[in-house]
């Protein structure tokens, strides 16, 4: 396994309730855009399902795909992540899609992790097939 580490940087966050339920839980959906540097160059694009239990804290799946590139290889491909926002940070693991790589992606696997406190966060991303 190859270990890519980078940081990605909120471009666009739109989000919006999806379903009344009794307070103080909520039920959101986030689409969203993120600049990626470091290791892989690009954007992250995709949206969020978030289940508030109140203002502090919620638990989240998202499925994001990233398009750009690493070093000479460029293409995109599909991450799966789930988390929980707590203590004001939001604490991710990420898996790559298998099979949904195109390009100079076509084989990539991995799975990664990232704890986000602010507008910019660093990643860690393991990969094969790059």
Same mark, same amino acid.
């Given at each position: 396994?190859?270990?890519?580490?980078?940081? =990605?940087?909120?471009?666009?966050?739109?989000?919006?309730?999806?379903?009344?339920?009794?307070?103080?839980?909520? +039920?959101?959906?986030?689409? %969203? !855009?993120?600049? /990626? !540097?470091? &290791? #892989? &160059?690009?954007?992250?694009?995709? @949206?969020?399902?978030?289940?508030? #239990?109140? &203002?502090?804290?919620?638990?989240? %799946?998202? +499925?994001?795909? =990233? $398009?750009? !590139?690493?070093?000479? @290889?460029?293409? *995109?491909?599909? /991450?799966?992540?789930?988390?929980?926002?707590?203590?004001?940070?939001?604490?991710?693991?990420?898996?790559?899609?298998?099979?949904?790589? $195109?390009?100079? =992606?076509?084989?990539? $696997?991995?799975?990664?992790?990232?704890?986000?406190? &602010?507008?910019?966060? *660093?990643?860690?991303?393991?990969?094969?097939?790059?």
């Amino acid at each position: 396994m190859r270990k890519l580490t980078g940081q =990605f940087e909120i471009a666009n966050w739109e989000e919006k309730s999806f379903l009344d339920v009794p307070k103080p839980l909520k +039920a959101h959906e986030a689409e %969203i !855009s993120y600049k /990626v !540097s470091g &290791d #892989l &160059d690009g954007m992250l694009n995709g @949206k969020y399902i978030m289940i508030y #239990l109140d &203002d502090k804290t919620a638990q989240y %799946i998202g +499925a994001l795909q =990233f $398009t750009g !590139s690493y070093g000479e @290889k460029e293409g *995109s491909f599909f /991450v799966q992540e789930t988390g929980l926002f707590d203590n004001n940070t939001a604490n991710t693991n990420w898996s790559i899609i298998a099979g949904s790589g $195109t390009d100079g =992606f076509a084989e990539i $696997t991995g799975e990664g992790r990232y704890a986000a406190t &602010d507008k910019v966060v *660093s990643f860690e991303l393991e990969v094969d097939g790059v």
